[in-house]
């Protein structure tokens, strides 16, 4: 499919660096960013399907690094079905496991874990809810593993290893495991702050200075965040990729915004949700935590904007995540919501309020286009200006 979006606004990158691109259109084909920049004479004219953007804002599809799916789109958790689409309406086009602990009866030995973490990530490479992307298949870190099963996962495809919720004696014993997943060249996360499970143990930024992953989840809590001597600690003394996410600490949180800036870091500064969980189901979370930082701290908002997209891609090793040309088509259209105090998206997320969402585009294909059913109407008329694809791309209205 080929898809054009014209008549944009303002296109936000997703790279903190350079945040805004020049152009007014964009055409995607094929599943992939094949042209940013102001439109050609007739280049819309050969597209499948072209989305007027009436002025609207363009950014890459948001990245939540931290969801805690099972199997298909539900949560025990919360025992809710369909919340991953629904996140989709918050324009959040790709989601990264961090770990299925939440699965029933759970395994903990270490057949089991390995067999949960491949089962995981091969029922999701086909099944995209709502059109979402979802990287799943976190080996969770159990006390009996050893390094041959970790070059044995790795050569079945599991990517991800999430340390934090093992049955360990102390986070210390997380240190050899960790250090295997890296050698296999898994991308390794840990659970940071207070327990937030029974059975789980209090990780500190001394536990993670020695088992040195690549990203501490959740560093501003999830929900209790570390003591905070330990945050200067991770900025300044580690290259540890620094995760917040919307189910944590909000003080914390606007403290490591300020400190990652300061301390000329803020590549590894992420956004993530920590949700499902005992914070419940936030399929504006995403969205909520930008705004948190670009209205009550003096961050840019094109710079909380590419921490929930670019700077997650490059952590990850992902396609996404940037407005670029060869990248992959994950895309969202925002606004100003009708009956707001602004005008477009990103004055609104300044001003601390929550955009519409009014299309999103994953892997080239509209998923819907006009509203989402989870914010207020645009106050742009976002549309299908024309359509060789016989589908409706509307959204069903809340």
Not at 8 to 36: H, L, M, Q, S
Not at 126 to 142: C, D, K, Q, T, W
Not at 365 to 382: D, Y
Request: glycine residues 10%; proline residues 6%; aromatic residues 8%.
């Amino acid at each position: 499919m080929k898809v054009a979006i014209v008549n944009i606004d303002v296109i936000v990158t997703g790279d903190w660096r350079e945040p805004f691109a020049a152009g007014n259109t964009i055409i995607t084909e094929d599943g992939k960013i094949a042209f940013v920049g102001d439109e050609p004479a007739n280049l819309a004219q050969d597209c499948d399907v072209v989305i007027d953007a009436a002025g609207a804002t363009v950014i890459p599809g948001l990245i939540d690094s931290q969801i805690h799916n099972t199997f298909g789109d539900y949560t025990p958790r919360q025992k809710t079905v369909g919340f991953l689409e629904s996140y989709v309406h918050g324009g959040t086009t790709t989601s990264i496991s961090a770990s299925e602990v939440h699965v029933p009866g759970r395994p903990k030995d270490p057949e089991g874990v390995k067999a949960l973490a491949v089962a995981a990530m091969k029922c999701f490479e086909n099944y995209r809810p709502g059109g979402m992307r979802v990287h799943a298949g976190s080996i969770i870190l159990e006390p009996g593993l050893v390094e041959a099963d970790f070059a044995e996962i790795a050569a079945k495809g599991v990517w991800l290893a999430k340390a934090g919720f093992g049955g360990v004696l102390t986070p210390y014993d997380y240190v050899p495991m960790i250090g295997w997943a890296r050698k296999y060249g898994m991308i390794t996360t840990v659970h940071t702050g207070g327990s937030s499970i029974p059975g789980s143990s209090g990780i500190w930024a001394e536990h993670l200075m020695a088992m040195n992953p690549h990203v501490s989840f959740h560093v501003n809590g999830g929900p209790v965040a570390m003591p905070e001597a330990g945050f200067a600690k991770m900025v300044y003394e580690s290259d540890i990729a620094l995760q917040v996410c919307t189910a944590g600490n909000l003080r914390t949180l606007l403290l490591l915004g300020d400190m990652v800036r300061e301390a000329d870091v803020f590549d590894r500064f992420l956004i993530a949700t920590d949700t499902p969980t005992g914070s419940g189901i936030m399929p504006l979370g995403m969205l909520y935590t930008i705004t948190h930082l670009a209205s009550l701290t003096d961050m840019p908002v094109e710079w909380a904007i590419a921490a929930a997209t670019g700077n997650n891609a490059k952590v990850y090793g992902l396609n996404n995540g940037f407005v670029k040309v060869g990248c992959d088509a994950d895309l969202v259209i925002l606004d100003a919501c009708v009956g707001g105090s602004k005008d477009n998206a990103l004055d609104a997320l300044r001003n601390g309020d929550i955009p519409a969402v009014a299309a999103v585009i994953t892997d080239g294909i509209p998923r819907f286009v006009g509203r989402s059913r989870n914010t207020p109407a645009p106050m742009k008329t976002v549309r299908v200006a024309s359509s060789r694809v016989v589908q409706d791309f509307s959204a069903a209205a809340h």
